[in-house]
């Protein structure tokens, strides 16, 4: 192969890895429902009056996440720890969990109430 071609391909393959980055998108959900993951009703104000945390705001990857009552058993699978609240780590995955009370409903559009991993 000669050089250019070398170098067409090498700059095809750094383009193309680069722009399916952009073209990922959001997160996909969980096909499982874990009902020990919940979110507590913590939250805070930033430096900008936007309340941060209870899923009300999403972070740089573009994900929403809420703090975790440490004092209850949770499930979550990616607690995080909290420097400014140490003892109540913070989840994405409990965004995307049901209530308790909808957890364990089945039919019309429920939960079949998957209780852990």
Partial sequence: MNTFMISSLALFLALSTVTSQYLTGPKAASPYVNCDCQ??????????????????????TGARWCYVDSAHHSSCQDLHHSARFPNNPW????????SRHQCGQVGSGGYQGYQGW
Avoid: R, V
Wanted: overall charge negative; aromatic content about 6%; charged content about 15%.
């Fill in 39 to 60: 979110c507590s009703s913590l939250t805070f104000q930033d430096k900008s009056s936007h309340i941060q945390g209870n899923c009300q705001s999403a972070d740089h």
């Fill in 91 to 98: 989840s994405y995955e409990a965004c995307a969990t049901p």
